[in-house]
């Protein structure tokens, strides 16, 4: 069995969960989730907690056991707690502004790059070198924070880009002179 997917998952008050065929809802104080989870994995709520189990002891079926009880994871804590990623913006001149509900990087490129969130992320701009992605879809947050790195990720030299607040950029050395 799976280590991780034999694990129950415990619904905080306030959390309510449904399951209709392989579409899991789960809705919370912060907002609502749906997602469609794999028919070879069955999902059943027991009083305040969620039991993820497989049919078979296929390969397939093991590989999905453990992935399913995380999203369900993620999902609850999505809509009790929320993620964010915090980024930052290393060089002379780097800088992120609010504009509306999207932000405006000022990376280093001859014009300013305008990024606009998906519905249900938040950016936010504590910094004018800090960039905050917040919103209840890990996945979607992940892939926002990302977005935004890929417009200027950080090179070895210098250490100049965006990186994730946790990242070490590992630095190389320069040219040697005669």
């Known amino acids: 069995m799976s280590r991780i997917g034999r694990k129950p998952i415990q619904l905080p008050k306030g959390v309510e969960f449904l399951q209709k065929d392989n579409v899991v809802t789960v ?3 912060l907002g609502q989730l749906q997602k469609a989870m794999p028919e070879a994995i069955n ?3 027991e009083g305040d907690t969620v039991v993820v189990t497989r049919n078979s002891d ?4 093991r590989a999905l056991h453990g992935l399913t009880r995380t999203l369900i994871a993620n999902m609850v804590e999505g809509v009790t707690k929320g993620f964010s ?3 930052e913006l290393v060089g002379v001149g780097y800088r992120a502004t609010k504009q509306g509900d ?6 280093g490129y001859s014009q300013p790059v305008n990024i606009k969130p998906p519905q249900g992320i938040e950016l936010e701009v504590p910094a004018p070198n800090r960039i905050v992605v917040k919103g209840i879809d890990k996945e979607a947050v992940g892939s926002v924070a990302a977005n935004i790195r890929a417009v200027r990720e950080p090179e070895p030299y210098k250490g100049k ?3 994730y607040e946790t990242e070490r ?4 050395v320069g040219k040697t002179g005669k």
């Open 27 to 29: 809705k919370g104080p």
């Open 43 to 45: 999902i059943a709520l």
């Open 58 to 61: 296929e390969k397939t079926d």
């Open 85 to 87: 990623k915090t980024l």
């Open 102 to 107: 999207g932000i405006v990087l000022n990376v």
């Open 161 to 163: 880009g965006i990186k």
């Open 169 to 172: 950029v590992r630095r190389k």
